[in-house]
């Protein structure tokens, strides 16, 4: 289903499956005999949202290891161990630095703030749609998980005035925040991407931070290989019985370059390629052929005056 301005998802469809992806991803992760990440709600969330695909890749029930690379789930693993340890490493040095308010854009079945050991005094603001904030929220209650940290939700789409519902829930704009961007950027069109980064920097006191991955834009002919080698994955996906276009949910092709975007508005950026976490973790590295080989991690810094 292509994007549209107003569209809507829930957590087995569209952009909305994609968070159920990587929360499947993190399972299968952890479930790895020398795991980088230890995320213990990923398969149950994952098992209440009912997709018997991810199920199966959650729990590590799928086909035979070729079948996997071929459906890519053994990139995504290996992305999402990671990812998951470059933001979790994030959240650590800031709350080590004594920052004590964390706000994690389109959390969807992010669980930090259950999982991570977080000093006392952390407040943690989680933003999505209503839906998903409410499915999580219950779904770790019946698990019987409690927040290690003052958990506050925002349910609240990012499209719409999410910073006065982030105000109206106790955010502090005043202290240093440390803001998480996860898998998000790609999804909003250029415009939106850029009004987010606009947002973040108008809530975010000297001393805040920022963590992004995100890739750089892309000409036409890129964009169109990209959605090729998704469409690709997509297939082998419909043959064991999710259907789910990637190549339509994704805002590909020109945008602002975030680093430069952040650099500009009083941030000091850093960056490092995705292979060289990959690498730094012991696990294969992409080739120059493929889409995700772009992907970067940004951390951040912000010194401006407000």
């Known amino acids: 289903m292509t994007r549209t301005d107003n569209d809507t998802w829930d957590l087995a469809s569209s952009v909305g499956a994609t968070a159920t992806l990587v929360a499947a991803a993190r399972a299968a992760a952890s479930r790895e005999t020398e795991p980088l990440i230890d995320d213990p709600f990923a398969e149950p969330l994952v098992r209440a949202v009912g997709i018997d695909f991810f199920i199966k890749m959650a729990g590590g029930d799928l086909p035979t290891p070729n079948d996997q690379t071929a459906m890519g789930v053994t990139r995504m693993t290996d992305n999402m161990a990671v990812r998951t340890k470059f933001f979790d490493e994030f959240f650590h040095g800031a709350a080590e630095d004594g920052v004590r308010q964390v706000v994690i854009l389109a959390s969807g079945l992010d669980s930090r703030a259950y999982r991570l050991d977080w000093p006392a005094g952390m407040v943690v603001f989680e933003i999505d749609q209503p839906d998903v904030i409410a499915f999580k929220t219950q779904t770790l209650a019946e698990q019987g998980a409690t927040p290690t940290c003052d958990r506050r939700t925002v349910a609240m789409d990012l499209r719409y005035d999410w910073a006065s519902a982030l105000r109206e829930a106790g955010f502090d704009p005043e202290a240093p925040t440390a803001w998480s961007a996860e898998g998000l950027l790609g999804y909003l069109p250029p415009d939106a991407q850029d009004r987010l980064l606009d947002t973040v920097t108008d809530l975010s006191a000297p001393g805040s931070r920022i963590a992004i991955d995100t890739a750089p834009p892309s000409n036409p002919e890129e964009s169109e290989e990209s959605r090729e080698q998704m469409e690709t994955i997509s ?22 370059e975030a680093t430069a975007y952040l650099t500009g508005h009083g941030w000091n950026v850093s960056a490092a390629p995705v292979n060289d976490l990959l690498a730094a973790g012991q696990r294969a590295t992409f080739g120059s052929d493929e889409p995700m080989g772009k992907l970067y991690y940004i951390s951040a810094s912000y010194g401006g005056a407000r």
Do not use: I
């Open 235 to 256: 297939a082998h996906w419909r043959e064991n019985g999710f259907d789910l276009d990637f190549g339509s949910l994704v805002y590909l092709g020109e945008r602002n």
